[in-house]
């Protein structure tokens, strides 16, 4: 599997759980805002979603 399709089926998975917000997904796979307001204004980082979707993650079976 290649990265890109790695990160494809995290945020597919990711997302469609439905536990967190769409914008900690985008930022834990490292993907930039790309409306340059918006990069500008928010800057919130989501680390309490974040942590636990990582050990949503470890704890898959794989």
Same mark, same amino acid.
């Given at each position: 599997?290649?990265?890109? #399709?790695?990160?494809?089926?995290? !945020?597919?998975?990711?997302? &469609?759980?439905?536990?967190?917000?769409?914008?900690?997904?985008?930022?834990?796979?490292?993907?930039?805002? #790309?409306?340059?307001?918006?990069r !500008?204004?928010?800057?919130? &980082?989501?680390?309490?979603?974040?942590?636990?979707?990582?050990?949503?993650?470890?704890?898959?079976?794989?």
């Open positions: 599997m290649t990265a890109h #399709g790695f990160r494809a089926m995290a !945020a597919t998975l990711l997302n &469609e759980c439905g536990k967190w917000h769409p914008d900690a997904i985008e930022q834990q796979l490292g993907h930039i805002e #790309g409306n340059d307001v918006r !500008a204004y928010v800057r919130g &980082e989501h680390w309490s979603e974040r942590v636990p979707m990582m050990q949503y993650w470890s704890d898959r079976p794989r």
